[in-house]
């Protein structure tokens, strides 16, 4: 933890943090992103969308690892416990700042990606424009996407690596996507910073 953290818990006297915004629009702007040329896609990212930072502002980490689905997981996607899943670790975080925007861990069935290597290999990262594209390359379709959100203290990790005072609040988002043939092909969890995240939904009705 930073020594600006140590010294004082008034969120008045802590040095400022990059603000992100986090709407569910984003799912449709990544899908209509998901076709688009490479040169189009790598211009920007859903982090840049979300905090109006440029790519050259940003300092990200991955890693991948080949698992095995767990109950949870296996409920989740609706498979045997043991299948093999993929599981990706992210971090992004401002240039100039010392913690990430999130902790975001990510899973994928082995069995709906393995057609295509590139996705297997976390040196393909950060890929040009995200899971969604990630799945087109395999002719997966994105029907739509579940978010759960709760809140909790952080934990004690969770507070070291989000550079958060010790149980300081935390949003815990569960994101699930659906194909086009209803089947659930990423399971996502982040932890969220309640100092700098603010999660906006709008709801668009349809006319009389």
Request: charge should be negative.
């Amino acid at each position: 933890m930073s020594q600006a953290y140590e010294e004082t818990t008034d969120p008045r006297r802590r040095p400022a943090r990059t603000p992100a915004v986090r709407d569910n629009n984003r799912h449709q702007w990544e899908k209509d992103r998901a076709r688009q040329p490479l040169a189009a896609r790598a211009r920007t990212g859903a982090t840049e969308r979300d905090t109006g930072l440029h790519t050259g502002d940003l300092e990200f980490v991955t890693a991948y690892r080949r698992t095995e689905a767990t109950a949870e997981l296996a409920e989740a996607f609706g498979v045997p416990e043991g299948t093999p899943l993929l599981e990706r670790a992210y971090r992004t975080r401002h240039a100039g700042e010392s913690a990430p925007f999130s902790i975001v861990t990510s899973y994928l069935r082995r069995d709906l990606i393995d057609g295509n290597p590139d996705l297997l290999d976390e040196a393909n990262e950060p890929w040009p424009g995200g899971t969604q594209s990630q799945l087109h390359t395999v002719g997966i379709e994105v029907d739509r996407v579940e978010e759960r959100v709760t809140a909790r203290p952080a934990r004690p990790l969770e507070a070291r690596e989000l550079d958060l005072p010790p149980g300081a609040p935390v949003l815990r988002l569960r994101k699930t996507s659906y194909d086009i043939h209803d089947r659930v092909v990423d399971v996502s969890f982040l932890t969220l910073p309640g100092d700098r995240t603010e999660l906006r939904f709008t709801t668009r009705l349809e006319r009389w």
